[in-house]
């Protein structure tokens, strides 16, 4: 049974940080492009920031400098480091992954395994 398992997320103010961290079982990681994702209320999901499995990475240009991305191969798990938060990084967060070497990291329809997301509130 697959499983993407979020957590990590919470309430922070402006410039605060926060980790997320992506608990994968069900699937060969390998076999997979994994990438974050955050949809806020009202807006559509956008790409955050992708990940392949030899550790070459991928950023949303709203994010570069402030967001890392990382993995753990050895525990299955991916990790979204936030840092310099704003307020307009508030949205829930969903780890996905996509079949694929390499997937865009933009809408998120070619991704097959989603988690249930995780909350991340900004305050100024």
């Known amino acids: 049974q697959v499983q993407l398992v979020e957590s990590g997320g919470g309430s922070v103010q402006s410039g605060g940080s926060l980790r997320l961290s992506c608990a994968v079982s069900?699937?060969?990681?390998?076999?997979?492009?994994m990438a974050w994702f955050r949809q806020a209320p009202g807006k559509e999901r956008e790409g955050v920031a992708g990940?392949?499995?030899?550790?070459?990475?991928t950023y949303a240009d709203s994010v570069k400098g402030r967001f890392t991305i990382a993995q753990d191969n050895t525990r299955n798990t991916l990790y979204l480091q936030m840092n310099s938060l704003k307020p307009e990084d508030t949205a829930m967060y969903y780890c996905?992954?996509?079949?694929?070497?390499?997937?865009?990291?933009?809408?998120?329809?070619?991704?097959?395994?989603w988690g249930q997301g995780t909350q991340v509130t900004v305050s100024s």
């Open positions: 990940i392949h499995i030899a550790g070459t990475t």
């Open positions: 996905a992954a996509c079949e694929k070497w390499w997937c865009p990291v933009t809408t998120g329809y070619e991704y097959k395994y």
């Open positions: 069900g699937f060969t990681r390998s076999n997979y492009y």
